[in-house]
């Protein structure tokens, strides 16, 4: 099924028009949709990365605490290991 497509209205600056014109080949509303639809994947793919950045800091800090907690019971571990030796 083809997208349901919506008439808009915009202003856009004489420079940026007259290079549209030299790149849209005859199609500039297609041109400005792919132009758009780029911009807004390109904000989506910063903004989950600004949220994995964000849960890797919380990971990190959660991993230290965890790795502080258990350290005692992996030197036991070892030491019982190389006691049986």
Known sequence: MPATRQRVTITLPAEVMRRLAERANGNRSA??????????KQLERE??????????????????RMVTEWEPAGFEVWRRLDSDD
């Open 31 to 40: 041109f400005i949709a792919e132009a758009v639809e780029a911009r807004l």
């Open 47 to 64: 903004e989950l990365e600004a949220d994995l950045r964000e849960g890797y800091i919380a990971m990190r800090e959660e991993t230290a």
